[in-house]
């Protein structure tokens, strides 16, 4: 059974930072591209980031490029979403997912695993 576990929220002023971690078990880990995705209120599903199973090439939104860094372990079996300059619109929960060789897809619906989320709220 595929588990991804997603920790690392809360609530932060605006300007500062969070790291956040996605777990993984239930599956080849490095054969996975690991993903980022967020939820605000009312909205859509976003495409945040993902990186390729061996960790060589990154893909960003242009909305948090610059600001936010996706990076993974693979002994571990975790991924990770460092965060910075965070502001009040970053308010969303946080979701990872997996996609079996996966390289830069930014759509929901091509990722075959996803966490439960976890809640990031920046105050003013």
């Known amino acids: 059974q595929v588990q991804l576990i997603e920790s690392g929220g809360g609530l932060v002023q605006a300007g500062g930072s969070l790291r956040l971690s996605c777990a993984a078990s239930?599956?080849?880990?490095?054969?996975?591209?690991m993903a980022w995705f967020r939820r605000a209120p009312g909205k859509e599903r976003d495409f945040l980031a993902t990186?390729?199973?061996?960790?060589?090439?990154?893909y960003y939104a242009d909305s948090v490029k610059g600001r936010f860094r996706i990076s993974r372990d693979n002994r571990k079996k975790t991924a990770f979403l460092q965060m910075d300059s965070l502001q009040p619109e970053d308010t969303a929960i946080y979701y990872c997912?997996?996609?079996?060789w996966g390289a830069g897809n930014r759509r929901a619906d091509e990722y075959n695993y996803w966490g439960q989320g976890t809640q990031v709220t920046v105050s003013s």
């Open positions: 239930g599956l080849t880990f490095s054969r996975y591209a």
């Open positions: 990186i390729t199973g061996s960790g060589t090439n990154t």
């Open positions: 997912a997996a996609n079996l």
